[in-house]
């Protein structure tokens, strides 16, 4: 069964230093999604794509996070410089079109101290 | 923005007991989804409903979507400690962005 996958599962990085995140979706999905997940909340959108375009990224906070998805396939979710309140899980999904059933990859947990 | 509402966010029953969850949206919804995400996991896709009053049914497991289509609840018959995890559902309102509710854990004991 195909899967989205994320790398990495899990990360810790000091404050004020970059972090990447690698988010490969499932063949032919063309909308795909950036979540954050604190622990004991539900997961808030940070960016949602639409093959190649940004589609909503309200929620994004753009002096630090930058998310490309430069040949609407796999995506990368930057942080520059991280802070000590962006650990969480950072969760990749994507849906064969915007109004359909998320798969979601296993995430990559961020720490940072 | 969206607010999407679940109570309650913390249930502990009996295995055998039922359990209820409730989704509430500030806004009329295009469509509902949830999710199970068990500990430890992602969220995992369970059921969407589309219609005004519609009511889906897997297993032991009940959805309905309200009439004014701004709620919508989840039922679980005669729980199983499989059941144990969060709920979430999940709302589309405008532009397709799909919002999470606040989740509700769910544990059961036998």
């Known amino acids: 069964e195909a899967e989205v996958a994320q790398s990495p599962r899990y990360k810790i990085t000091e404050k004020s230093q970059a972090v990447a995140f690698w988010c490969d979706p499932i063949?032919?999905?063309?909308?795909l999604y950036w979540y954050r997940q604190i622990l004991g909340q539900g997961p808030e959108l940070l960016v949602q794509?639409?093959?190649?375009?940004?589609?909503?990224d309200s929620q994004l906070p753009k002096d630090r996070f930058s998310a490309e998805r430069l040949k609407g396939v796999d995506s990368t979710l930057k942080i520059q410089p991280a802070e000590l309140g962006d650990s969480a899980m950072y969760l990749c999904?994507?849906?064969?079109?915007?109004?359909?059933?998320?798969?979601f990859g296993e995430g990559s947990r961020l720490t940072v101290l | 923005g969206q607010q999407v509402m679940q109570i309650p966010q913390y249930q502990h029953v009996q295995e055998g007991e039922d359990f209820t969850t409730y989704c509430n949206s500030s806004?009329?919804?295009?469509?509902i989804q949830w999710y199970k995400q068990r500990p430890g996991g992602h969220p995992v896709f369970l059921i969407q409903l589309v219609k005004s009053g519609e009511v889906k049914k897997q297993k032991r497991l009940t959805f309905q979507f309200g009439e004014a289509k701004k709620n919508s609840s989840l039922h679980i018959t005669a729980t199983q400690t499989t059941d144990v995890g969060t709920y979430f559902c999940?709302?589309?309102?405008?532009?397709?962005?799909?919002?999470f509710g606040t989740g509700t854990r769910l544990q059961v004991t036998l």
């Open positions: 806004t009329t919804l295009s469509n």
């Open positions: 794509f639409q093959d190649e375009s940004v589609v909503d």
């Open positions: 063949s032919g999905h063309a909308t």
């Open positions: 999904a994507s849906s064969t079109r915007g109004t359909g059933e998320l798969f």
């Open positions: 999940a709302a589309l309102g405008t532009a397709s962005k799909l919002t």
